[in-house]
């Protein structure tokens, strides 16, 4: 009897998956140098010039005397203007100013027909912060008038106190003509003394 070796072979194979691992690791993200250990103070600067021209700026109100009886006599009639004055002054200084107003016929909104305006008193309160001297019933009407004046360190922005309107008509010499009138309030503002 003859014995057969029998071998047996074993075929292994293996296989290597190669999988990578992401290692996520928590670092604080830090300055390399400390700028300020307190983190308390900080400083900007810009450097800022005027412009040479546009320096100046004005918004004046306006004025609605609502609806009138129209007499044959003297009418006064009085409003309050819907803001007050605001100049804006961007050169850098304090130049004295006085502002001067003067305001037109008033005509008829629907033809050319002139209201009998003998008078227009402006008065203006001074500016709470002294910037501003206002003047009290300078009559613009169809002339110039101061109605304000520099203060006390007048640059940036200042405001005037309240502005009043007085309108005076008279209907003794001619006919008042019924209907809605308007004028044009011209803004001057002249600077120095």
């Keep these: 009897m003859t014995r057969e070796n029998k071998v047996k072979i074993f075929i292994l194979s293996f296989f290597f998956i190669n ?27 810009i ?10 700026s004005l918004t004046a109100p306006n004025f ?21 004055i605001k100049i804006v002054n961007l050169s850098g200084t304090s130049t ?19 209201l009998p ?4 008193y402006v008065s203006v309160a001074n500016s709470s912060d002294g910037k501003l001297i206002g003047s009290s019933n300078v009559n613009i009407f169809k002339r110039n008038g101061v109605v304000l004046r ?25 006919v008042i003509v019924t209907g809605s009138y308007k004028a044009t309030i011209t803004s001057t503002l002249v600077t120095g003394p």
């Design 117 to 120: 305006a003998t008078g227009f």
């Design 150 to 174: 520099s203060g006390t360190g007048a640059n940036g922005t200042m405001n005037s106190g309240a502005v009043t309107a007085q309108l005076t008509v008279d209907g003794t010499t001619r």
């Design 96 to 114: 004295s100013f006085s502002l001067q107003q003067s305001i037109s016929d008033f005509t008829l909104v629907s033809n050319t027909v002139v």
């Design 64 to 84: 609605n005397f609502g609806t009138q009886t129209a007499s044959s006599s003297v009418i006064n009639s009085n409003a309050t203007g819907d803001a007050a």
């Design 19 to 45: 999988i990578p691992f992401l290692l996520f690791v928590e670092r604080p993200i830090s300055a390399d140098t400390a700028i300020d250990s307190q983190n308390s103070v900080a400083n900007a600067y």
């Design 47 to 56: 450097n800022v010039t005027a412009p040479t021209t546009n320096t100046w």
